[in-house]
């Protein structure tokens, strides 16, 4: 098996990125403090073709080198909007006509294996590294997807988590 030189991948340019037809799927960042796990959502985000980053609070925006460091240049390709108040940020998806759902672990929750995309504009709002997503903003959210985990721990990093959410629901849009 050899590797695959970086002109066989077959990758879009910025210009043909931007112009490429996204997926409904838009990913908010609620108060995520990581700027490395910012910038490594913006890579998945790239990778996926998703609609949008939604950053919120204290969650950091682009230019900024550490973003970079681990986005590798997907902060300039993947549309991003900032919103002060992730509250507000969900309220205006909703009016828009997304159904949001919290990656979060909350009673009622579903397990992303039994998760089943049917259709339409879907946001995922990702959360705090310690403290997850806001209770209000899940309140508000039409529903909650959790990760199952088997180990010790009781949670994922939130750019893990949002790489394997991502997954699921693209595949889901793009392969059923």
Wanted: glycine share 8%.
């Amino acid at each position: 098996m050899r590797k695959l030189l970086i002109e066989e991948l077959g990758r879009k340019s910025i210009e043909q990125y931007a112009s490429s037809e996204k997926l409904p799927l838009t990913v908010v960042l609620d108060n995520v403090r990581s700027i490395y796990n910012v910038g490594s959502v913006f890579r998945t985000a790239d990778a996926l073709l998703i609609e949008k980053v939604v950053l919120c609070g204290i969650t950091a925006c682009p230019p900024s080198d550490e973003i970079h460091k681990t986005a590798l240049g997907a902060e300039l390709s993947v549309p991003w909007i900032y919103e002060e108040d992730t509250l507000e940020a969900v309220n205006r998806l909703k009016e828009e006509g997304y159904k949001v759902l919290a990656a979060e672990q909350v009673e009622g929750s579903i397990a992303l294996q039994n998760y089943s995309y049917v259709g339409g504009k879907i946001a995922i709002v990702f959360g705090h590294e310690v403290k997850g997503v806001r209770q209000d903003v899940v309140d508000i959210c039409h529903g909650a997807i959790e990760i199952p985990q088997f180990g010790t721990k009781h949670s994922l990093n939130v750019s893990v988590s949002a790489g394997i959410v991502m997954w699921e629901v693209v595949k889901q849009m793009m392969f059923k």
